[in-house]
C-alpha cells in the first residue's frame, strides 16, 4: 500500500481560496495517474479534476476555471488549488493515484464553504 495523505481542507467563506495537498509516500511520478474527487453529504463522490505523468490535466465542467491540480515532486505531492468557492463546493475531497492495476486513495478532508 501507497499511503496518500491529504491536508489543506477547512472552512472558508464563499469567494475564498483553498489549497488542498495529497502527499504520497514515494515519487509521485510512479503514478500514471493524480486525481480528486470529492463527495458531498447525501451524494455520490464525483470526480473533479486529473493530473498525469506528463502533467496533462482535466476538470470537471462544476470547477473548469476556478481550480488548479498541480504537482510539487520535491514535496511529493500533487494539489488542488480551489478559487472562487462556493457554498456548493462543500465536501470531502479525497486523492486518488493510478500505478498500472494498482489504485490508492487518500482518506479525504473536509472543504466547508460557508455563504
Known amino acids: 500500500q501507497v499511503p496518500l495523505v491529504e491536508s489543506g481542507g477547512g472552512l472558508v467563506q464563499s469567494g475564498g481560496s483553498l489549497r488542498l495537498s495529497c502527499a504520497a509516500s514515494?515519487?509521485?511520478?510512479?503514478?500514471?495517474?493524480m486525481h480528486w474527487y470529492r463527495q458531498a453529504p447525501g451524494k455520490h463522490r464525483e470526480w473533479v479534476a486529473t493530473?498525469?505523468?506528463?502533467?496533462?490535466?482535466y476538470y470537471s465542467e462544476d470547477v473548469k476555471g476556478r481550480v488548479i491540480i498541480s504537482t510539487d515532486d520535491t514535496k511529493n505531492t500533487f494539489d488542488l488549488q480551489m478559487n472562487s468557492l462556493k457554498p456548493e463546493d462543500t465536501a470531502v475531497y479525497y486523492c486518488?493515484?493510478?500505478?498500472?492495476?494498482?489504485?490508492?486513495w487518500g482518506e479525504g478532508t473536509q472543504v466547508t464553504v460557508s455563504s
Open positions: 486518488r493515484a493510478l500505478r498500472g492495476t494498482e489504485e490508492y
Open positions: 514515494e515519487r509521485i511520478f510512479n503514478f500514471e495517474t
Open positions: 493530473i498525469t505523468r506528463s502533467l496533462r490535466t
